[in-house]
C-alpha cells in the first residue's frame, strides 16, 4: 500500500464576485435544473439527463445543460447537439425541456447563470472531483445543489453548527444523493488522472430522482439553506484569505534568507 508521508495543504479557488447581467435565455418554464459538465464518463451526464426526463415526463419542468465535448468550436456544438438528441429521441410524448448551452461563457455570463431566476437549481451526478469549480460557483452564488457527498466538492459544501447540547458538527447544506463506491471501469481509465486501481462513486438512480422531486416540492426551504451556505463561502472561501492561505502554504517550505541574501531596495 502506497502512503504519502509528506505533508499536504490545500489551499481552495477564491470566490469570484460580479454583477448580474442579462443572459436573454427563453426558458419556457418557470423551474429549470441546471447542470454543468464536459460530456464525458467521470461526469455522469447520461445519467443525469435520463433520470430527469425520466422523472419529470409529465411535468411542466426544465433542465439547462451547459456542455461541451472537447471544445467550444461549431464542430463541437453539432456533435454535442446530435448526441443530446439522439439521447432523448425516444423520450416522446413528454413535458418537460432540456436545452443545450454551449460555447465559451465569461466569468460574469456564468455568474449570471447561476443567477437566472428561472434556474433553481444544479444537478450533479459526478462519480468524483478534484474541486468541483461548478459546484462551488453555484454555491457562493446562493443555488441550492443536489450532489453525492463524496469527492472534493464537500470540502465547500458542509458549514459548522452548533447542536443542541453546544457541540459544533459540520453539517451538509444541500441534498445529498446516496451512492456506492467502485473501481473506475476499464473504459473510463486516464492515467495520470483517472488510475486503473482507483475508485469513484456511483450515485443511487433512485436516491437522485428522489432529491429532485423534494426540489420541486420543497423549494423555499432548500433556497433558504442555500443562502446560509452562501454567506459561509463568502466569508471563508474569499480572495483574501485564499491568496494568504496559498502565500503562507509556500512559505512554510522554503527557507527564509539569510542577512547576506537580502538586499534592500531604495
Known amino acids: 500500500v502506497a502512503r504519502c508521508t509528506s505533508p499536504i495543504e490545500i489551499v481552495h479557488y477564491p ?3 460580479m454583477e448580474k447581467i442579462d443572459l436573454d435565455m427563453d426558458l419556457e418554464y418557470d423551474f429549470n435544473f441546471l447542470t454543468v459538465a464536459q460530456w464525458g464518463p467521470r461526469k455522469n451526464l447520461e445519467n443525469t439527463i435520463r433520470w430527469f426526463l425520466e ?3 409529465d411535468k411542466e419542468i426544465g433542465l439547462v445543460v451547459k456542455a461541451s465535448i472537447a471544445k467550444n468550436c461549431l464542430l463541437d456544438r453539432r456533435m454535442a447537439f446530435n448526441q443530446l438528441k439522439s439521447f432523448i429521441s425516444d423520450q416522446t410524448d413528454r413535458k418537460c425541456k432540456v436545452y443545450l448551452l454551449h460555447g465559451y461563457m465569461s466569468d460574469q455570463e456564468i455568474n449570471s447563470l447561476y443567477k437566472h431566476p428561472k434556474v433553481k437549481c444544479l444537478l450533479s451526478a459526478t462519480h468524483g472531483e478534484g474541486f468541483g469549480l461548478p459546484i462551488f460557483e453555484a454555491a457562493y452564488n446562493g443555488l441550492p ?6 469527492s472534493g466538492h464537500v470540502d465547500f459544501l458542509y458549514m459548522p453548527k452548533e447542536n443542541k447540547d453546544g457541540k459544533t458538527k459540520n453539517k451538509a447544506m444541500f441534498s445529498k444523493v446516496d451512492y456506492n463506491l467502485s ?8 492515467d495520470g488522472v483517472l488510475q486503473a ?3 469513484w462513486c456511483d450515485v443511487k438512480e433512485q436516491s437522485f430522482k428522489l432529491k429532485m422531486k423534494d426540489m420541486v416540492d420543497n423549494w423555499d ?5 442555500a443562502q446560509d451556505l452562501k454567506e459561509h463561502v463568502l466569508e471563508n ?11 503562507d502554504s509556500i512559505l512554510k517550505v522554503i527557507e527564509s534568507p539569510t ?7 531604495d
Do not use: C, G
Request: no cysteine; aromatic share 16%; proline share 7%.
Open 15 to 17: 470566490v469570484k464576485t
Open 55 to 57: 422523472e419529470f415526463k
Open 145 to 150: 445543489i443536489i450532489a453525492p457527498a463524496w
Open 183 to 190: 473501481p473506475v471501469p476499464q473504459e473510463a481509465v486516464w
Open 197 to 199: 486501481d482507483s475508485m
Open 221 to 225: 426551504r432548500h433556497e433558504k439553506r
Open 237 to 247: 472561501f474569499n480572495q483574501d484569505k485564499q491568496y494568504a492561505a496559498f502565500v
Open 259 to 265: 542577512e547576506e541574501e537580502l538586499v534592500e531596495f
